[in-house]
């Protein structure tokens, strides 16, 4: 209540210059440096010099536009700052064992460890305001370097972002178990803008998951809520980087994503995203391959219900020599629900003895259900390997009849054989906990009433 | 005194996408009985096989099947599975995904009708896999995935042991297979036969039978059952072929 002033919702249309003021009011409450104001501030006045669609960019022109909030607003809690460690209420990813972990609701910090041996070999994982005054010289390096923002969601994210995760790997240390970026939706707070970046330096093995859960799931929200985050992913030469992120966010929720990596010399990224909640979830991933060596993983796996959308947009863009990229996409839809696959590979002339394969793979359950897979290929070197494959159908009938021929009854059959498809991405997950959580979800969300 | 029919095909009729196939088929299989039924390509063997499980691609237009006295022809493959019918598939399926002591366990507990304990599956499960030559880690692969075509026959010889149904269909269990392979898999069938239970082979050729014994061997052209017999029958198609057969059903069809 005593929030009422600061909570004025900040709608697109707000004056550029009261943005500014938020913008730099945000960041003194967080006690952040002067470069980093300057670096919110510099990203500000790049978003508001774009549009944001015009619905003729291929990324844009298969999402359903209607239902994506055009608004940029601070943070309701940004005020808050950091002074408070709140309680959070469980969280349906919090794992039994981990290197460490940060868990935020709302933008503030509910908890965060390091285990002593990671603490020891110099490995970080913090809030990336408090990362920001302990580590300036790292994220001034970092923070935006895998290139400007690739739309207007993504310009305003790194200018008005509340919560956000630092993880960080020196040089040859290998973080055996994963890091956790828990985040609680607080669905009483609006919209909500995260950043997150990893740094894997050189030979270095580092692994994070990010988890998004929300404090209140059926509550009944007077609007929709915009859920963005921006992740940043750099593998420097010969490094291994894993970043898993799962989300069941309230199902009004309008969620964007921009995951971006830059996979260094010999180095590989791996990225792997599941998807259960949210109205609309529009994930946009790209993975720049530009040294030799590289390569890159893309991963994603959906279970759609009711009239939910979920959209990936990927490009595997190779500009080294040699280098490998594997995208493969496997969802399940049922209802009315709705999924787009808008995946290209692009090979610049110089991308010779690449090897890049794409898979999108959609079983529909229902009548009402779709899929629209679009495999893309731009190939301007001569000397490559590509494959592409996309399908869209109902489970394999003949499947289906094995399994019946056994006793198994039609519904567990589906399900068994639903399971089995999803689980290539699932099992792929380096955590174990992590899968086991996905494997839950995949149950509820197939069925809600928990009937099996 | 004769025991009661313990499975029974009475006059049936089973089309595909319109196209009429099997033609008024009758064969009863008492206990402890194991029945050939033999034909050329063509003659409707894996239409029967499938039909007689249930497949929904295939329409039964006319009979009835029975199973221990009662009728199954309206019940779903699911459902005549646990009531004790088994097929093993000609060309079983690949499921990526399930595993196959997952779907084993699942099958298991499905025929019984109660959850099996995890010690008694694991016991009755090596017991059949010792039996079959086929190592414990066998069951950890996906269903029929990248399994040889051995393997995939072998698979389904692990089935019928574990699932112990009381009427067994093989659709050409014996193509495929090398000799050491066949010599296998025929031990497991006749480790599975007894007194209470029943056999339909389903072959093309008689090689199988020199492993597994028939009491009855049937001769199936064009959907219909044109002869049967005892075990010499199949001796004689081994040496003749099914052509005198055939020859003798386009008579007939002339003829009428």
């Known amino acids: 209540m005593i929030q009422a002033a600061l909570d004025a ?3 697109a249309e707000t004056k550029p210059d009261d943005l500014r003021a938020q913008v730099s009011s945000l960041s003194r409450s967080k006690g952040e440096p002067d470069w980093l104001l300057a670096f919110r501030l510099a990203n500000l006045e790049h978003a508001l010099g774009m549009e944001w669609w015009t619905g003729q960019e291929e990324s844009w022109r298969r999402t359903p536009r209607e239902r994506l909030p055009r608004r940029a607003r601070v943070g309701r809690i940004a005020a808050l700052g950091n002074s408070a460690e709140i309680t959070a209420p469980p969280h349906v990813f919090a794992p039994h064992a981990h290197a460490g972990l940060v868990h935020q609701i709302d933008g503030r910090v509910a908890s965060s460890d390091l285990a002593a041996r990671a603490a020891a070999d110099g490995v970080i994982i913090q809030p990336l305001s408090v990362a920001a005054r302990q580590h300036p010289g790292l994220l001034q390096e970092w923070l935006g370097a895998v290139g400007p923002p690739l739309d207007r969601y993504d310009a305003f994210g790194r200018a008005l972002w509340t919560q956000g995760v630092f993880v960080y790997a020196p040089r040859g240390v290998v973080v055996d178990e994963s890091l956790f970026y828990l985040v609680t939706q607080d669905v009483s707070q609006g919209d909500h803008w995260h950043y997150t970046l990893i740094v894997a330096e050189r030979e270095s093995q580092v692994s994070l998951i990010d988890a998004g859960d929300a404090n209140d799931r059926s509550a009944v929200l007077d609007e929709s809520p915009l859920i963005h985050a921006s992740v940043e992913l750099i593998a420097q030469d010969g490094a291994h980087l894993q970043f898993a992120s799962v989300q069941r966010w309230h199902r009004q929720t309008a ?6 990596g830059r996979v260094g010399r010999d180095a590989s990224i791996r990225v792997t995203t599941a998807a259960f909640g949210a109205d609309l979830d529009k994930q946009r991933i790209d993975m720049d391959m530009s040294q030799s060596g590289g390569f890159a993983e893309i991963r994603g796996l959906f279970v759609g219900d009711g009239k939910q959308h979920i959209e990936h947009v990927t490009t595997q863009h190779h500009k080294g020599v040699g280098a490998t990229s594997d995208l493969l996409i496997r969802g399940v839809l049922t209802d009315d629900s709705q999924a787009v696959q808008y995946g290209l590979i692009r090979i610049e002339p110089e991308g010779q003895k690449t090897n890049a394969h794409q898979t999108m793979r959609n079983l529909l359950l229902d009548d009402g259900a779709g899929a629209d897979p679009i495999p893309m290929l731009e190939i301007e070197a001569d000397d490559v390997k590509c494959s592409h ?5 109902p489970v394999d009938p003949d499947q289906l009849f094995y399994l019946q021929a056994r006793g198994i009854p039609p519904r567990v059959a589906e399900r068994m054989v639903v399971r089995g498809f999803l689980s290539e991405i699932a099992d792929g997950v380096a955590d174990e906990h992590m899968r086991e959580v996905i494997d839950e979800l995949v149950e509820i969300q197939l069925d809600p009433k928990g009937v099996s | 005194m004769t025991p009661p029919p313990l499975f029974e095909i009475d006059a049936l009729q089973v089309a595909v996408e319109d196209k009429q196939i099997v033609n008024g088929l009758s064969l009863t299989l008492r206990p402890g009985e194991v029945h050939a039924i033999m034909g050329p390509n063509g003659s409707g063997k894996s239409t029967l096989a499938n039909a007689l499980m249930g497949h929904p691609r295939y329409t039964v237009n006319g009979g009835d099947i029975r199973l221990a006295g009662e009728s199954v022809i309206e019940l779903a493959p699911d459902e005549r599975a646990r009531a004790g019918l088994f097929l093993a598939f000609q060309y079983p399926t690949d499921i990526p995904g399930v595993s196959m002591i997952n779907f084993l366990r699942r099958a298991m507990t499905a025929r019984r009708g109660e959850e099996i304990p995890v ?18 880690q066998f069951v950890r692969r996906y269903v029929n995935d990248g399994f040889s075509g051995g393997e995939k026959k072998r698979a389904e010889i692990l089935q ?10 093989m659709d050409e269990t014996d193509s495929g297979l090398d000799i050491d392979a ?10 599975f036969h007894s007194d209470d239970n029943a056999i339909l082979l389903i072959t093309h050729y008689q090689r199988i039978l020199r492993y597994v014994q028939p009491d009855h ?20 198609l081994e040496r003749g072929g099914y052509e005198p057969f055939m020859e003798r059903t386009r008579e007939r069809a002339l003829s009428s």
Not at chain 2, 120 to 130: D, K, S, T
Not at chain 2, 160 to 169: E, I, K, N, S
């Open chain 1, 9 to 11: 919702p900040v709608a």
């Open chain 1, 255 to 260: 969620a964007i994503s921009t995951t971006r």
């Open chain 1, 389 to 393: 494959a996309a399908a869209v159908g």
């Open chain 2, 119 to 136: 010690r008694e599956f694991r016991q009755v499960l090596n017991q059949v896999l010792g039996r079959l030559q086929m190592d414990e």
């Open chain 2, 160 to 169: 019928l042991g574990l699932l112990q149904p009381l009427v067994a269909v």
């Open chain 2, 182 to 191: 066949l010599r296998i898999v025929s031990e497991g069938i006749n480790t």
């Open chain 2, 217 to 236: 061997v049937h001769v199936l052209i064009d959907g219909r059952i044109v002869e049967s017999g005892d075990a010499s029958l199949a001796e004689r």
